[in-house]
C-alpha cells in the first residue's frame, strides 16, 4: 500500500527536531529528570500518609514544593537569560538528586519527622522553580524560534513518558522497599540527566557586555514586562488561576487511592501513570501543530476539558474508570503548561523569554493557595466533594474566558469597520 506523502511529511515535521544532536540529548536528560519527579510524586503522597497524613498535610507538603516559584520565579527567569543554561541546569540536577538521598537517609535511620519533609520539599521545589525556565529556554535555544512549540512539546513528551513508567515503578517498590526505595530511584533519575547535560554543546548565549544591565534592572524590566504587554499579562492571570483551582487536585490523589478506591499504593502509581500517559498524548498533539495554531482560544478550551474531568474524577468509584478520567486530566494539564510556556515566550522579544517563562513559573507559585484550599476543604467536607468544587469553578474560569475573547474579537471587527477607507 503506498504511503500517503502528506502524512509522511507531517510525520517528519512531528519528530523533526530529532535531527539535532542537542535536541535528542536535551531530550534524554529529560527523561532522567522527569523519572525523578514523578517517582517523587508518588513516594511523598504515600509517605505522608504513612505517617498519618490528613489531606491537609497531603496540601501543606504541596504547598511547600509550589511556594518556591512564586518567591524565586523572576529570579529564576533573570538567571535564565544571564548566566551558561546547561551548567544551571546540571547544577539542579544535582542539588535534586542530593534531597532525594537525604530524605531516603532519613527514613531509613528512623528520624524522618514532618517538618523535615516540609524543608526539603520547600529545597526541592526551589530547584523545580529553577529549573523550567532554564529548561524552557534552553530548548528554544537548541531548536530556535520555528521549531519552539515543537521542541517544548517533545520534550514534555519525555517527562510523561517517563512520567508512566516511573508512576507505576515508584508504586510497585514501595510495598518491598518502603518509599526510601523509590527516592533512590528518584537520585538514579536525576544523576543520569546530569551525565547526559555534559555532552551537550547549545548554541552560545549572547555576550553581555559593558553597559549590559545589572542583575537588579533586568529583574525590575522583568516585573516591568507584563504592564507593557497585555498578552502575557492575561496568560498570566488564566494560569493562576489554573494553577489555584485545577492543578491542585494533586493533594487528594492519594486519599482517592486509598479511602476511595481502596487500591493502595499500586493504585496511586496506576492514577499518577494515567496522567503521565495523557500527557504524552496531549505532547504530541501539540507537536503537530504549527505555532501558529497554538492561540488563546485552544488553551481555554482545555480548561473545560480539565474541569469537566475533575467533576468525573469526584463521582467515580470504580478504579478503572478513575484511571480514564486521569489520562484526561493528564491530557488537559499538559496541554496547558505547555501552551501557556510557548505562548508566553512567543509574546516577547528573545532577549526576554527566560523572563516571560517566569512569568508562568511565578504562576505556579500561586499553587500552594491551592493546595491548602483544597485540601482544607478535602479534610472538612471529604475529597470527592472538594475535588467537585474545584472543577466547576475551573469550568466557570473557562466561561468568563471565553466571553473575554469573543469580546476582544468583537472589539478588532468593530475597529476595524470604522476604520477610515
Known sequence: MAVDSTQATGGRRLFSSFQLRDFRLLWLASLGFSGGMWVQQVAIGWLVLQMNGTALDLGAVQAA???????????????????????LL??????????????????????LEFWHIIALTFIFGSCRAFEWPVAQALIYDVVGPAEALRG?????????????????????????????????????????????????????QAPRGVSAPSFGESLRHGYALARSNRRLLGLFVLSCFG????????????????????????????????????????????????????GVPLLVAHYAIYGAALIGLALSSNLWVSIGLMAAIGLAASSLDLLQQTLMQLSVPDADRGRAVGYWVAALGFGPVGHLEIGLLGTLLGAPLAMAMNGAIVLVVFGVAVVVIRRGRHGKATAASEAPA
Do not use: C, K
Request: glycine share 12%; charged share 10%; aromatic share 6%.
Open 152 to 204: 517544548i512539546s517533545l520534550n514534555g513528551t519525555a517527562s510523561r513518558l517517563m512520567g508512566v513508567v516511573a508512576g507505576v515503578a515508584g508504586g510497585a517498590v514501595i510495598p518491598t522497599f518502603g518509599p526510601q526505595g523509590s527516592l533512590v530511584l528518584m537520585a538514579a533519575g536525576y544523576a543520569l540527566g546530569v551525565v547526559l547535560l555534559l555532552f551537550l554543546h547549545p548554541p552560545t
Open 243 to 294: 494553577e489555584v483551582f485545577a492543578f491542585s487536585h494533586m493533594t487528594l490523589v492519594p486519599l482517592f487511592a486509598r479511602d476511595v478506591l481502596h487500591a493502595g499504593p499500586e493504585g496511586l502509581g496506576l492514577l499518577t501513570s494515567a496522567r503521565a500517559l495523557g500527557s504524552v498524548a496531549s505532547s504530541l498533539l501539540l507537536a503537530s501543530l504549527a505555532h501558529q495554531r497554538a
Open 90 to 111: 546540571m547544577g539542579i540536577g544535582a542539588v535534586s538528586a542530593l534531597y532525594s538521598i537525604v530524605l531516603a537517609w532519613l527514613i531509613a535511620v528512623g528520624g
Open 65 to 87: 514544593r509550589m511556594l518556591p516559584s512564586l518567591l524565586f520565579g523572576m529570579v529564576a527567569g533573570v538567571l535564565a537569560d544571564r548566566l551558561p543554561r546547561r551548567e
